[in-house]
């Protein structure tokens, strides 16, 4: 999908954005179905471009928001929150691909420890702390320990080359280093993978990102 000033992107970018899923597409969709209906040129009610102020405008549309989600939870509501969630389901996807690739099952630092944290019996809506408080308190394994099992578990063992026949012993020596260990830097990827966001995001600001995922 894309998009250029015309469409009131941040400091005017052209933004390139991936639909990557179904749901997505579907969403996009049944927005463009809701807009036609409703004559408007986006969701905070404008009528035409021309006339748009983009900051009164929204700020007016997030209010009704968060007022009408407080009417209705009894909870606030933080638009800024959906960044964070964003940057963090994304964070993990690119992870998994990425790692993937070099051919190891690693999970993403976020989805280890809340998946670490589970076991242990933390309850966020009862144990008030905060995520790395309760990193600390159950004794979560760091991640690059956790790292660094995975991919020693991953290596295949160098073959007794003295007990192979002939045909075996040439096809596995020409093949040993192919079975050394992974060349994997967990820090290397981490940032990668923050600097890819950070163009998604379409600030290409990795301050920011950092403050969505924690920094490294």
Do not use: C
Request: aromatic share 12%; hydrophobic share 30%.
């Amino acid at each position: 999908m894309s998009l250029d000033r015309s469409d009131w992107t941040k400091n005017a970018r052209e933004r390139e954005i991936e639909v990557r899923t179904e749901y997505q597409r579907e969403l996009l969709q049944e927005v463009k179905n809701f807009l036609e209906e409703k004559g408007s040129v986006n969701l905070a009610g404008a009528d035409n471009w021309k006339d748009y102020n983009p900051i009164a405008s929204f700020r007016s549309f997030a209010d009704n928001i968060r007022q009408n989600f407080s009417e209705q939870t009894g909870e606030q509501y933080n638009f800024h929150g959906e960044r964070h969630a964003w940057t963090q389901e994304r964070y993990s996807e690119l992870w998994q691909e990425k790692t993937e690739i070099e051919g190891l099952n690693i999970q993403a630092p976020i989805k280890y420890y809340s998946e670490q944290l589970e076991k242990a019996g933390w309850d966020p809506n009862q144990d008030n702390i905060k995520f790395y408080e309760a990193v600390e308190k159950y004794d979560v394994k760091p991640f690059w320990e956790y790292v660094q099992e995975e991919i020693q578990s991953s290596i295949t063992p160098e073959p007794d080359i003295f007990s192979l026949n002939e045909a075996e012993q040439e096809y596995d020596q020409s093949n040993l280093l192919e079975m050394s260990e992974p060349d994997f830097d967990i820090f290397a990827l981490d940032k990668e993978i923050r600097l890819e966001i950070s163009e998604e995001l379409g600030h290409s600001r990795l301050d920011i990102t950092n403050t969505y995922l924690g920094h490294p």
